[in-house]
């Protein structure tokens, strides 16, 4: 294609592997749903400790590892006038036209 897809783009064009995943991961724990609602209970209870002072390794399971990152790096830079460019998803409001 030329290009570099991203990464959840393999649902569109892999739909069958991807089905055979998601319904193996299923039969194995439940829905994607289900398996996030226990990692979270478990996070919380973690997070509830005042002893915890590093990252629990069960965060690597949630997914959504750097979104994190890049908000943090997002702040920095409005906030320190770093004058980047970044991209970003957020409602246009009208703001431009087209």
């Given at each position: 294609?030329?290009?570099?897809?991203?990464?959840?783009?393999?649902?569109?064009y892999?739909?069958?592997e991807?089905?055979?995943?998601?319904?193996?991961?299923?039969?194995?724990?439940?829905?994607?749903?289900e398996?996030?609602?226990?990692?979270?209970?478990?996070?919380?209870?973690?997070?509830?400790q005042?002893?915890?002072?590093?990252?629990?390794?069960?965060?690597s399971?949630?997914?959504?590892?750097?979104?994190?990152?890049?908000?943090?790096?997002?702040?920095?830079?409005?906030?320190?006038?770093?004058?980047?460019?970044?991209?970003?998803?957020?409602?246009?409001?009208?703001?431009?036209?087209?």
């Amino acid at each position: 294609m030329g290009l570099i897809p991203c990464g959840y783009h393999r649902y569109y064009y892999l739909q069958d592997e991807m089905l055979e995943h998601s319904l193996h991961e299923f039969s194995e724990g439940g829905t994607r749903a289900e398996q996030m609602y226990q990692v979270e209970k478990e996070l919380f209870d973690l997070y509830s400790q005042p002893g915890l002072h590093e990252k629990p390794e069960l965060l690597s399971k949630r997914g959504g590892a750097y979104y994190s990152d890049a908000a943090c790096e997002c702040i920095s830079a409005i906030y320190n006038n770093k004058q980047l460019r970044m991209t970003v998803s957020t409602q246009n409001n009208g703001a431009i036209s087209f």
